[in-house]
């Protein structure tokens, strides 16, 4: 066996966070790890390896590719959050928080076909030279630096309409949110307008809430008791429009659009997330 146990356990901590990177999911991540080990561990060849963690991660990627790949032959679209069992997406937010993944990266990387996906975490979240990509990928180097530089324009902030609001009120939105993921109704209801309103779908409230809620007070006490989840809110385009997505493990719950008038917050429109939803990066590039 040309890797050992101990040099398996080394790097599996690494190994995790490429596979979670590359599948979205630490308990897919942990069964390419595993699928990995058993790999290395019935290998024939018994020649010494000289970089054992660059040996694993090869082979981690390959595990994860051909997952990827066999996710696209059965046609799935990226799982939603309401698919997601509570358990694994709970194991999701984890990893958000412990490795400090961004939760917009983390929704904009199924956009990605697989080998573009690959060539970009592999090279440009973990600095592995295209050359072991290349290897990964099946191919030469020129095409995996081609996959990863497609990955770039397809994750590259979207192109904002004239239509769109404009920084300022980007700015009261943003304030809003923070306040939002704080409780903060004090500030909420500075920001709000005396008329605002809130539309909601009736799924992604508790039974009997109300679809429609008027006035600052009541939209900003009712937005905190709602805290956990905007905390789990980030900023995207979505459908060519500026909102914020609640994406819970990186897996899209709802999306939230924030209407604003005169310096101050006047609609906020809440729906589920669906399938056919196109997600791009918001403006300006280090957005995510």
Partial sequence: MPITVEEFATARPHLLSVAHRMLGSAHDAQDAVQTAWVRAATARSSASIENPSAWLTTVTARVCLDELRARRRRNEAPLLADAVPAADLAADEAVLHTEDVSRALMVLLDRLTPPQRVAYVLHDLFSTPFDRVAEVLGGTVPSAKQHASRARRRLAPARQSAEESGRADQQIVDAFMAAARTGDARRMIQ??????????????????????????????????????????????????????????????????????????????????????????????????
């Fill in 191 to 288: 920001l709000l307008a005396p008329d605002s309103v809130r539309d909601a779908e009736a799924a992604l409230l508790p039974h009997g809430g109300r679809t429609t809620v008027t006035g600052a007070s009541d939209i900003a006490a009712e937005t905190a008791r709602f805290r956990d989840r905007i905390r789990a809110a980030c900023r995207l385009t979505v459908n060519g429009r500026p909102m914020y997505v609640i994406a819970p493990g990186g897996h899209p719950f709802a999306t939230v659009e924030i209407s604003t008038a005169g310096g101050q917050v006047t609609r906020i429109t809440l729906r589920s997330a669906r399938t056919e939803d196109r997600f791009d990066a918001p403006g300006p590039p280090n957005a995510l």
